[in-house]
């Protein structure tokens, strides 16, 4: 390397023939710039705009101040639901676990490797709608096939998805199930850039497979680790469509289990409570921001950048 | 091969098989139920004990799928739906991203942050001023207000820049003392080198797209102008109970995509390993 480290060959190439400031460029990006005003930077301001008011029905709306944010705090419905969305998000992260042994043991064999990627990746894939009814129909509590197989080794299962306590349980569990085929294909490409000589060299100096896994594997696998938490977290804390389908509408079970994004909807589109609906949109953004703060300054502690 | 001098002798992978067996049952049953139970009677899918094999083999469930929703006008919904956001955000993300990569203007690395911050945040956050922007336009219930908002994508611009960034000057130079203008070298050298990427990016978006609930589920309302999705779930408010027919539907509305991964799996993962799945 020369004095130029900062770039790759790309950089250094584009370095030795700079080009002049010019407004073309900027009419290449003046398209999509268009779009993200209109559709993103101005509804964001107004979105901010509308949780300081209170909203009717037919679009009018009076500044109210932080009353929004306010009505947010006694309400026991929004704590409920923010518990349920890191209740899910929580047993979620649980299927990472999961995925890396999946991902290892697809690794450690030599047949079948891109069936098992393909099983498993096949409810990314499905409609979430899809995913939704079928497992309501397993979780049935009369006749649907969970129980009743539960029933012949004599458990007598309850009611998953229709009774509150259960709900959000058996909802989180199809989390796992739809999110392993994402995390195992990650974590896969990571196990890929593993070094062959380091693992060489762990086993002569004698270390068995499960010792090799833990002390090289692991550590070289925390990058990928840590990128399939950070996109976990954040897709699980906006998880709508399994909610709707499973225990929404009606369900006897919807007053108990609705999450943060479902309860959103709810005051936003049902209700029409705009305002309402808005502030806690922003209070779902903020969540967001501090997880994935926290994340990324705990991450200095256990991911390893080789 | 090296990369099997670690692995254990083939014969002593029968354990590690047989595990990854049990967990990809456990994947696989739910949909071998599904289309089991749309072959079933509705008896048949609600007995105790439960009914494995369906009696018969008749397509009643699914008849009854196409008599309560309109799912031809549906379908092309969905279809145009995909295709207008597929089209429309790959020109749009690989303008931005040819400019954001090749040229330098004021303000540019602020604009490229921006669109970055903005389209990563969760799309709640824009949702209710999005609706209130469809309403205002009148294009509440229309195909352009389901496909509008998505035809913005820091994933794509993000994932373009960098594959033209990738590309040597060198092309662009030759093209231009050819006599070729920006948008010619844009268009005709540089946007069909980045070929893998747009497969990659059509692959994923055609999947949100098509899979999307919340928002065709807030932007249209009347029976014959949604996307299946959202037709699908209003069929469950519905026929609650008569699991054969959700199950018909469900399986249906799910094969299209299905069948395009199974074609092209390898496509798919290579987008997923690159960037996560998030639109």
Redesign the interface.
């Known amino acids: 390397m020369t004095t130029i480290t900062t770039g790759?060959g790309?950089a250094r190439?584009?370095s030795r023939?700079p080009?002049?400031?010019?407004?073309?460029?900027?009419?290449?990006?003046a398209?999509?710039?268009a779009?993200?005003l209109?559709?993103?930077?101005?509804?964001?301001a107004?979105?901010f705009q509308?949780s300081l008011s209170e909203t009717g029905p037919f679009?009018d709306s009076t500044f109210t101040g932080l009353d929004n944010y306010r009505r947010l705090a006694g309400d026991a419905d929004f704590w409920l639901a923010l518990r349920n969305s890191a209740t899910y998000t929580a047993i979620v992260l649980l299927g990472i676990p999961i995925a890396v042994v999946?991902a290892a043991?697809?690794h450690?064999?030599?047949?079948?490797n891109?069936l098992?990627?393909?099983?498993?990746?096949?409810?990314?894939?499905?409609?979430?709608?899809?995913?939704g009814?079928?497992?309501r129909?397993?979780y049935n509590g009369?006749?649907g096939?969970l129980n009743?197989a539960l029933g012949l080794v004599g458990i007598d299962g309850p009611n998953w998805v229709a009774d509150p306590a259960v709900a959000i349980y058996a909802v989180s569990v199809v989390g796992i199930?739809t999110s392993?085929g994402?995390n195992i294909?990650?974590l896969?490409?990571g196990l890929r850039g593993v070094p062959?000589e380091l693992?060489?060299a762990s086993?002569m100096d004698g270390a068995g497979?499960v010792r090799q896994f833990v002390s090289v594997t692991l550590p070289l696998l925390s990058p990928s680790i840590f990128?399939?938490l950070t996109?976990s977290i954040?897709?699980s804390?906006?998880m709508?469509?399994l909610i709707?389908?499973m225990i929404g509408?009606g369900s006897t079970a919807e007053s108990g289990a609705q999450t943060m994004?479902y309860r959103?909807?709810q005051q936003?589109?049902v209700e029409y409570d705009?305002g309402y609906?808005?502030a806690n949109?922003?209070v779902?953004?903020t969540l967001?921001m501090i997880v994935t703060a926290v994340q990324f300054r705990l991450q200095r502690k256990w991911v390893f950048y080789g | 091969m090296a990369e099997q001098a670690r692995r254990a002798p083939r014969h002593r992978q029968w354990p590690a098989h047989l595990l990854l067996l049990l967990a990809a049952g456990a994947m696989v049953f739910p949909f071998v139920w599904q289309v089991l139970t749309a072959f079933k009677t509705v008896p048949e899918s609600r007995a105790v004990p439960p009914v494995i094999v369906p009696s018969g083999w008749g397509f009643d469930a699914f008849g009854r799928f196409f008599e309560s929703l309109p799912v031809g006008n549906l379908f092309v919904v969905s279809v145009g739906a995909l295709v207008l956001r597929v089209a429309g955000q790959l020109l749009l993300a690989s303008l931005a991203a040819y400019g954001f990569a090749r040229f330098t203007f004021p303000g540019r690395d602020a604009i490229f942050a921006l669109f970055l911050i903005m389209l990563m945040a969760p799309s709640q956050l824009f949702l209710i001023a999005q609706f209130n922007f469809m309403k205002d336009f009148a294009l509440l219930d229309t195909l352009p207000a389901i496909a509008l908002p998505g035809l913005f994508s820091a994933f794509g611009t993000f994932l373009l820049r960098q594959a033209f960034l990738a590309i040597p000057p060198e092309f662009e130079e030759a093209a231009r003392l050819d006599g070729a203008n920006s948008f010619q070298i844009f268009w005709k050298v540089m946007l069909p080198m980045t070929g893998p990427t747009l497969a990659a990016l059509t692959l994923l978006t055609s999947l949100y797209s098509w899979n999307d609930l919340l928002w065709p589920l807030v932007v249209t309302s009347s029976k014959e102008r949604m996307t299946l999705p959202v037709g699908l779930a209003n069929l469950q408010g519905q026929y609650g109970t008569d699991y054969p027919t959700l199950m018909a539907g469900s399986m249906l509305v799910s094969l299209p995509l299905i069948v395009i991964f199974i074609a092209l799996q390898r496509q798919f993962f290579a987008g997923i390993a690159s960037s996560g799945l998030k639109g």
Do not use: C, H
């Open positions: 790759s790309v190439r584009r023939t080009r002049k400031p010019s407004l073309i460029g900027l009419a290449y990006v398209p999509a710039l779009g993200l209109a559709l993103y930077i101005v509804p964001l107004g979105t509308l679009g999946l043991l697809i450690s064999v030599d047949r079948f891109n098992y990627r393909v099983l498993f990746f096949l409810p990314v894939v499905t409609l979430p709608v899809a995913v009814m079928v497992w129909y397993i009369e006749f096939i009743q199930w392993l994402t294909i990650i896969g490409a062959k693992l060489e086993s497979p990128f399939v996109l954040i897709s804390l906006q709508f469509d709707y389908v509408r994004v959103f909807f936003s589109f705009q609906g808005a949109a922003i779902l953004l967001i």
